[in-house]
């Protein structure tokens, strides 16, 4: 079916102890961001409460978690990307 590369920024990268990783679509109920970011909160739970509140990008193009048009497809970049807080 293909694979996805996941990008860690800032929080998201130190709760999961890695840059960046590949995730092949077939683990996920369906080509959806929703469906990704629930496998990720299943499987790694250090990343749950970070992801619900992480922007999400794909191909370098901020996204709406939400939007029903946007499907996942082999060969894409998906970041994960917290808020930045600073002072």
Do not use: C, W
């Not at 959806?32 to 970070?50: V, Y």
């Not at 978690?65 to 600073?86: Q, Y």
């Amino acid at each position: 079916m293909g694979s996805i590369k996941i990008l860690y920024f800032a929080a998201a990268r130190e709760a999961r102890g890695a840059k960046q990783e590949q995730i092949d679509l077939s683990v996920l109920q369906d080509n959806k961001p929703q469906a990704l970011l629930q496998h990720l909160r299943t499987n790694f739970e250090d990343l749950s409460g970070i992801l619900d509140s992480a922007a999400l990008a794909i191909n370098e193009e901020y996204v709406e978690v939400d939007n029903p048009s946007i499907t996942l497809k082999p060969g894409d970049t998906v970041a994960i990307i917290p808020p930045i807080s600073g002072g």
